[in-house]
């Protein structure tokens, strides 16, 4: 992973997620949110990455995700546990 994305903090680690794609474009992009417009796939192992880094130093995990990442926060967050549980050893 590219230790730049990882900004440990007092309160665990943040992988900010940059797309060269404007804040009005993204939202034109993913509107009406209501579908997957764009896989990350390196995001979301980015993510998978982190959230296994936390839970193997007994850690609580918190994620936020936005509808602009991928066009429906609910279904990026289906795909990650999908994913998740796909992936546990």
Same mark, same amino acid.
Not at 1 to 20: F, I, K, W
Not at 24 to 29: F, H, Q
């Given at each position: 992973?590219?230790?730049?994305?990882?900004?440990?903090?007092?309160?665990?680690?943040?992988?900010?997620?940059?797309?060269?794609?404007?804040?009005?474009?993204?939202? #034109?992009? !993913?509107?009406?949110? /209501?579908?997957? +417009?764009?896989? *990350?796939?390196?995001? $979301? =192992? %980015?993510?998978?990455?982190?959230? #296994?880094? !936390?839970?193997?130093? /007994?850690?609580? +995990?918190?994620? *936020?995700?936005?509808? $602009? =990442? %991928?066009?429906?926060?609910?279904?990026?967050?289906?795909?990650?546990?999908?994913?998740?549980?796909?992936?546990?050893?």
């Amino acid at each position: 992973m590219d230790s730049r994305l990882v900004q440990p903090n007092a309160h665990g680690a943040t992988a900010p997620y940059a797309t060269e794609t404007s804040y009005e474009a993204a939202k #034109k992009r !993913a509107e009406p949110y /209501n579908k997957i +417009v764009g896989e *990350l796939p390196d995001m $979301r =192992l %980015e993510t998978l990455i982190l959230i #296994k880094d !936390a839970v193997r130093n /007994n850690r609580q +995990v918190y994620m *936020l995700v936005n509808n $602009r =990442l %991928e066009g429906n926060a609910p279904l990026t967050v289906q795909a990650l546990t999908d994913l998740l549980q796909t992936t546990e050893s």
